[in-house]
């Protein structure tokens, strides 16, 4: 299992598009990716679920995965959300 902090960079924080996303990206692993943020855990698999942490530019999150591919996991979830994803 890794478990990193990482500070979201994106502008407009982790609204609609964002989060759809974050999810397509997470769903690509084989791994349990979750989000850890405000004392709540969601899978980052679920758009309803990362829909409810409302996060913003400067908030920090913990990102929590585990598997074969979890490495690779969470460096992908990090470029993400520090704005740095290849399009």
């Known amino acids: 299992m890794i ?9 407009r924080g982790l609204e609609a598009r964002p989060v759809a996303e974050l999810v397509q990206l997470a769903s690509k692993y084989d791994s349990t990716v979750h989000i850890e943020a405000q004392s709540k855990k969601v899978n980052a698999k679920s758009i309803m679920g990362m829909m409810t942490l409302n996060l ?19 460096a992908d979830m990090e470029n993400f959300l520090q704005g740095n994803a290849q399009k």
């Open 3 to 11: 478990t990193k902090s990482i500070e979201i960079k994106l502008p």
């Open 56 to 74: 913003s530019s400067g908030e920090a999150v913990t990102v929590i995965a585990e598997g074969s591919d979890e490495e690779s996991a969470v």
